[in-house]
């Protein structure tokens, strides 16, 4: 638990910053003050309900933000090299490929991408 609190288990609780001594590393006991590692979110928990309510919404929210980055990049991301770029070329026939400039769609049509490529298909 030590290692996990930096070595310092004196820690504010990240719902109210109450001071607290951190005694154990997870909530499955219902034992307190602890230790909470969520997704990208890691705190110190007093115990009280609103408290652990607070870092519950706050993983939620970091959460849903993962899930609007990756969406984005995910319609920006080149199909052939697989950067993120500013802006897609799609093939012009089924426009279910996305690809970071010419250079990389006409490699892929070259390679793979003629092979595959059927008018109105959906990515």
């Not at 070595?7 to 607290?20: A, E, N, R, V």
């Amino acid at each position: 638990v030590k290692i996990l609190c930096g070595g310092d288990l004196t820690q504010k609780c990240f719902g109210c910053s109450q001071d607290i001594i951190v005694l154990y590393a997870s909530y499955n006991d219902c034992k307190v003050p602890f230790f909470y590692q969520g997704f990208n979110t890691k705190a110190y928990l007093c115990g009280d309900e609103d408290c652990f309510t607070k870092v519950i919404i706050r993983n939620a929210h970091v959460l849903g933000a993962c899930g609007k980055i990756v969406a984005a990049a995910d319609e920006n991301t080149c199909d052939y090299c697989f950067l993120v770029c500013v802006k897609v070329h799609r093939c012009t026939k089924c426009l279910s490929k996305y690809y970071c400039g010419v250079k990389c769609r006409d490699d892929d049509w070259l390679e793979v991408h003629k092979l595959l490529c059927k008018e109105g298909q959906e990515r």
